[in-house]
């Protein structure tokens, strides 16, 4: 492995990647230049993200979670595309790679314009009932929320909010315990994010595709992401099997480190954005 932070490194990686079919697989470290926290890195706050079971085995887990994401809802709401979006975007036009796999929720990939993205995570600008199946969107919820809780948002900014990933926040809880959840407007079931919780699995056909990605792959770029979860590890493992190489950009230290063949520690935006500038065709001069 060459794990080294010059031109050089850099050098090597566009040699890796430079007319090869490539698939990317992306995590929140890409997001973060966008203003979306992430769950693990030098700057991140502790988090303590909710599971699948406390959510539907406790109304007041969901009532919790619900005057939390309310607030937190609004940064990703806001939030717009970096130029690691941009860049990936890009590249994919002109056939510099393939597909991208995120493990983020935000859309911000489909935002800049890529189009073969698996949301592996799911998508968190959806809501879905656990019990009919309807699916809403999360602009619609936040209008019923708002509708029945009304001057919650001045509230808790007087009381102080801080922002966390996958637009949580951490409020005071007296105040998460005066929220009114919503139901689902369709059969009043218990409505949920239509993202994988922790400790729920990826939908198989979502996980299918993604493997088959990877297989396909003459190299994996992977960028942004620490690779504690299985979900993400697994493809550099799968790649590693395989002999494909890896090429890993990420400024903290990761759970693949060992297995790629090229480890770059720099920011997400930046490299791949010289990625792209190396890898696509200069601009044609305008007609005179």
């Known amino acids: 492995m060459t794990d080294i932070t010059t031109d050089e490194a850099l050098e090597e990686a566009l040699g890796l990647l430079r007319s090869r079919a490539v698939v990317v697989l992306t995590g929140a470290g890409i997001s973060t230049d966008s203003g979306i926290p992430a769950y693990r890195g030098p700057n991140s706050r502790p988090s303590n993200p909710i599971t699948l079971q406390e959510y539907m085995g406790s109304a007041a887990a969901r009532q919790r979670y619900w005057a939390r994401n309310h607030l937190g809802w609004r940064r990703v709401k806001w939030a717009e595309p970096n130029d690691g979006h941009l860049a990936l975007a890009e590249l994919e036009r002109a056939g510099a790679i393939q597909a991208v796999i995120t493990q983020n929720v935000d859309r911000l990939h489909e935002d800049a314009g890529s189009e073969n993205v698996v949301d592996l995570h799911g998508r968190v600008d959806q809501i879905i009932c656990t019990e009919c199946g309807d699916l809403l969107r999360r602009r619609t919820l936040e209008e019923m929320l708002t509708a029945l809780n009304p001057g919650f948002i001045e509230r808790a900014e007087a009381l102080g909010v801080v922002e966390a990933p996958d637009a949580d ?117 305008r007609a005179h």
Do not use: W, Y
Request: overall charge positive; glycine content about 8%.
């Open 169 to 285: 926040a951490q409020i005071d809880d007296a105040l998460a315990r005066e929220f009114v959840v919503a139901p689902c407007p369709r059969c009043g079931g218990v409505l949920k994010p239509d993202f994988v919780f922790f400790g729920e699995n990826v939908p198989k056909p979502r996980l299918a595709r993604a493997l088959k990605l990877v297989e396909e792959a003459e190299v994996l770029l992977v960028a942004g992401t620490s690779l504690t979860v299985m979900s993400g590890l697994r493809f550099v493992r799968q790649a590693d099997k395989a002999g494909t190489p890896v090429v890993l950009v990420n400024q903290g230290p990761t759970r693949g480190d060992e297995l790629a063949t090229v480890r770059l520690h720099s920011g997400t935006s930046e490299t791949l954005r010289a990625f792209a500038r190396a890898l696509l065709p200069p601009p044609r001069p």
